[in-house]
Nanobody, 126 residues
């Protein structure tokens, strides 16, 4: 069983950068796609970015340009770099591992992911 743990969140100011980390304990997730989702206050959880086992990436339109997802399979880690943070980036960020392996294209639907972390809060002050 894969256990997912996110880290790196916190309170930051507009324009700052931060890097969220996602790690797994138990079964390595090198052959799985990994995604990041965000749930803003009062809103549904939404897709932010995902990366396949080979490093192919996909971003939600509003995340293109400021968000960068990457992975280090040797460490079973996936990262989400966020630059030029805006207040609208505030929310709980979730890391999730895909239901199936060896995706050619990064999945983006919640239903495509089966193992979820507890989430980590990112608050961007204006």
């Amino acid at each position: 069983q894969v256990q997912i743990v996110e880290s790196g969140g916190g309170l930051v100011q507009t324009g700052d950068s931060l890097r969220l980390s996602c790690g797994s304990s138990g079964r390595p997730f090198a052959s799985f796609a990994v995604g990041w989702f965000r749930q803003a206050p009062g809103k549904e959880r939404m897709f932010v970015a995902a990366i396949t086992w080979t490093g192919n990436t996909n971003y939600e339109d509003s995340a293109k340009g400021r968000f960068t997802i990457s992975r280090d399979n040797a460490k079973s880690m996936v990262y989400l770099q966020v630059d030029s943070l805006k207040p609208e980036d505030t929310g709980v960020y979730y890391c999730a591992v895909s239901r199936s392996t060896y995706h050619a294209r990064p999945p983006s639907r919640s239903a495509d992911f089966v193992s979820w972390g507890q989430g980590i809060q990112v608050t961007v002050s204006s």
